[in-house]
DNA sequence: CCATGATCGACAACCAGGTTTACTATATGG
DNA sequence: CCATATAGTAAACCTGGTTGTCGATCATGG
């Protein structure tokens, strides 16, 4: 019964091969030539889609508020990730859809997760790789589409 | 061989269960009059731990500049977490130390993340549980003890 | 013994990305 | 037709990063 491991072990192994995913897709973007995307980034573009969005959609998925989210369509629109055009069914809208560079980075992220994945099935073998992912299912049901890590770590509130 | 899920859904669901477990220590946290803190600090305290730092040591630990260090060191210091004394064998530096508030913090994370672990058994069974922890070790050998998320996470360079 | 260089902590100016409040323009439903 | 709700924007502010600079203190080599 003796645990012998300090009891923050486990979520820091959870979070270091998160992190360990998401910093390979880093360096590929990186050597793409998409070099100041930083990890939280990564749930803009996820949030955003290859079916685009609008700014109070946006800033629900992310888990912010719109003013937020409009801050960063800006931003990634200045870096040319991303384009905005009037809605023509309300006016008051504004489509926001990925550039050619924007989903460049998402299909490169698509790839690189897949490349990593593979390396794990490597590392630990098929069987062990599905049961893991089934386990963290188990452990968190439900919670899988949540792209609100931006709102969750800032200092808000 | 087809996997229906996309890249991303591993990488995610290692984040929801780090999520998880902090969340469930922040929830604690709040409860016992910790209300303030954001997930972020769960690693600062950390790295502060109970022997104490000095903001540059601190800096390097979590992956930040000195003067970032210094300006979260003060944070926590008008919360009345840390405290700072001078070094009698080096007036250079000050000592950083938790104060009771700050080793609270401490206490209770550990005890939350026991005891979200002791749910996981209870979920997965240990035998699964052991086999989790096994394979994220393999994954990311190594790599347990940086607690450098914050410089990670944030815009920076 | 002291001059030089390294280190520690602080301050200032700045930036990114959040927040709230307030506003305009446009839809929509009674 | 008007009242209300919604989309986007702007301003002022906060936190927590950054770099550059600086004074004070230690450590070392001449």
């Known amino acids: 019964m003796g645990e012998s491991a300090p009891g923050h072990e486990l979520p820091l ?5 998160f ?21 939280m980034h990564g749930f803009v573009f996820q ?15 992310l888990g912010v508020s719109k003013q937020a ?27 926001v859809r990925l550039t050619d560079a924007g989903r460049d980075v998402l299909d490169r992220s698509a790839r690189t997760f897949a490349r990593v994945r593979a390396q794990w ?21 439900g919670e899988i589409w949540r792209l609100d890590a931006p709102g969750w770590f800032g ?3």
């Not at 192994?13 to 091969?17: D, E, G, I, Q, S």
């Not at 910093?23 to 050597?31: S, Y």
């Not at 991303?82 to 489509?95: I, S, T």
């Open 13 to 17: 192994r959870l979070f270091a091969a």
């Open 19 to 39: 992190r360990a995913a998401v910093d390979a897709v880093h360096d590929d973007l990186a050597r793409a030539g998409h070099e100041h995307l930083r990890p």
């Open 47 to 61: 949030a955003i889609g290859t079916r685009g969005t609008t700014a109070v959609e946006l800033g629900a998925r």
């Open 69 to 95: 989210a409009g801050k960063t369509i800006a931003a990634l629109e200045r870096q040319g990730y991303v384009e905005r055009a009037p809605d023509p069914h309300d006016a008051r809208r504004k489509a």
């Open 121 to 141: 099935a490597d590392t630990l073998g098929p069987d062990r790789l599905e049961r893991l992912e089934a386990d963290l299912a188990d452990l968190t049901p």
């Open 155 to 157: 200092p808000e509130r």
